[in-house]
């Protein structure tokens, strides 16, 4: 809830236009009211489209809710889900498994979002955290030939400019990859299942979250608002992939 619809289409202009020279998966996902204007930017790109949000349901009197099918109709392609500032407004794991459903149902590619409180940190309770969050989304969930994203966030890293170490973000890939075979074989992860770290990261340290392959990627936050800046992630990580 950053930009304007006008702020928002010049912003995707210049990162399609520089995207499309690095041979990476650059996914965009501007607010609701942009999504429509971003779609046509990115139509026939290499970049694709994304929302930073959805309901579990298809249809209904839901106010303000936006659904699926909704989105595709558009061209949405990605769906960000469980977002911590979306858990801080009161978004459970229940729900987060609901809108997960919804989103393969729906054949959208979900962007799910993990990561620990600072008192649970403090706490050595990382593990334990990661753990239950990927057990309430994945226990006997079909995922098919999907593919999914996952992001480690830890949220006391969002928006305060102290990103995660890299070992620790290494750390919490693997913990979640153990919970992940509880559910599927290792084939299945490795094929259709990407972890990617966000968390404060910027054009100078997203190589040293990637460089051993155990992170595949970033969700970028406040970053993404500087094209400039956005770009130089993309050329970093595109460096190492």
Known sequence: ?????????????????????????TILCP????????????????TRLGSQDMFWKEEGPFTGEVSARELKKIGVKYVILGHSERRKLGETDKIVRKKLEAALQANLNPILCIGETLDERKGKKMGKVL???????????????????????????????????????????????????????????????????GGSVNSEIVSDFITDGEMLGALVGGSSLNGEEFLKIIKNISRLC
Do not use: C
């Open 1 to 25: 809830m950053e930009l304007t619809l006008k702020e928002s289409v010049k912003l995707a202009r210049k990162i399609v236009r520089g995207a499309e020279k690095f041979g990476i998966k």
């Open 131 to 197: 753990r239950r969050q990927v057990s309430f989304a994945f226990k006997n969930l079909k995922i098919d030939n999907k593919k999914i994203i996952i992001a480690y966030e830890p949220i006391w890293a969002i928006g305060t400019g102290r990103p995660a170490h890299p070992e620790d973000a290494k750390e919490a890939s693997k913990i979640i990859k153990k919970e992940l075979e509880k559910y599927f074989s290792e084939k299945t992860i490795k094929k259709q299942v990407s972890v990617i770290y």
């Open 31 to 46: 607010s609701f009211t942009s999504l429509e204007e971003v779609g046509k930017i990115t139509k026939g790109k290499k």
